[in-house]
């Protein structure tokens, strides 16, 4: 027998063993040094194995009674026609309170009108998704389960899946999901097309005290009127505009609640149609020097209209502002649906 130490003749378990061995269907169990068995499992792993089936199959119910075939509606979803067989029988059975919840029935209504009327792409439904499972971390329904598996985690008013959260980046995050729905909503206007310049528009939105335009998010290329309708050509990005976002910048710079904008063409039906409860000012439209006149125009106060009748080689616009890319977007459709 060799002289060692009482810890070194005990039996030494390796980790990965236990955790081969210890494996169940949802989650880890583990020992502590005083052999008490917990369960190690990941708020992500209730997301892929409960949340995520429960979402498809929601989707594809909704979908097929939107009239989508079966193959469509694979298409859609990223599986097989086989999996939304299954996942539309009656032998399924989703987690209720998911199921139950009304702002997950909502956001499932919403992707499913959007795919049908083509106004919501795969891009954007992922951003309502994750969205909406950030809510459900935040006491909400995937934090409910996940202290149900972790039976240790019950009553400690957890937190793990909110905090620590990187501020900035969800600043952005925030941005980025409000100019996309302001460009949704902007494109499903039927008075827009007929006001977008012809060098285009754009929408966008600051971040809190942004310092140059690659704080400000906009649809790269512009937003372009085509056929009757409106051409978006990609998802927003910051960095992507330069006139709109020295105008929000001005603004922003001047009044902190300034954060949102979007531009038309100037016409004298347009600036008609302003009501007069809506602050209006006009401005030098050459591009040199803009920022400064922009920022002496701005020190009596931010307008929610902002126009200049052009120059040579300029086209006329109008800035129309808001709180947010919504806002703004909101307050030019009131306009524009004033004009006769």
Do not use: W
């Amino acid at each position: 027998m060799s002289g060692g130490s009482d810890a070194d003749s005990k039996e030494l378990v390796n980790p990965a063993d236990s955790i081969s061995r210890g494996r169940r269907v949802l989650g880890y169990e583990l020992e502590t040094a005083e052999g008490v068995a917990v369960t190690v499992q990941l708020p992500s792993e209730i997301v892929v194995e409960r949340f995520l089936p429960t979402v498809r199959s929601m989707l594809a119910a909704e979908l097929e009674g939107r009239g989508f075939a079966q193959r469509a509606i694979a298409d859609r979803l990223g599986v097989s026609q086989a999996a939304v067989s299954q996942y539309l029988s009656d032998e399924r059975r989703d987690e209720e309170r998911f199921v139950d919840d009304p702002r997950l029935q909502a956001t499932v209504e919403r992707i499913a009108e959007g795919f049908e009327n083509g106004t919501m792409d795969d891009y954007e439904a992922l951003a309502e998704l994750l969205e909406l499972v950030r809510a459900f971390e935040d006491r909400g329904p995937i934090c409910a389960i996940h202290e149900e598996e972790m039976p240790a985690l019950e009553g400690m008013g957890c937190d793990l899946c909110v905090r620590g959260r990187d501020q900035a980046m969800q600043a952005e995050r925030d941005v980025l999901a409000n100019v996309r729905r302001a460009v949704r909503q902007f494109s499903n206007a039927p008075a827009v097309a007929d006001h977008v310049p012809n060098v285009g528009t754009n929408v966008a939105m600051a971040l809190p005290s942004p310092g140059n335009e690659t704080e400000v998010a906009a649809v790269p290329g512009r937003i372009h009127a085509m056929r009757g309708g409106l051409n978006v050509p990609a998802n927003p990005e910051f960095g992507a505009s330069h006139h709109v976002a020295t105008t929000l910048l001005a603004a922003t710079a001047a009044d902190e609640t300034v954060r949102g904008a979007v531009n038309l063409a100037t016409s004298d039906a347009l600036l008609a149609a302003v009501p007069d409860s809506l602050t209006v000012a006009d401005f030098d439209p050459e591009y040199e020097g803009r920022r400064q006149r922009l920022d002496d125009l701005f020190e009596t106060g931010v307008p929610q209209v902002l126009y200049h009748e052009g120059a040579f080689g300029i086209e006329p616009i109008t800035y129309v502002l808001g709180t947010s890319a919504v806002d703004a977007v909101e307050r030019a459709i009131a306009i524009l649906d004033r004009i006769d």
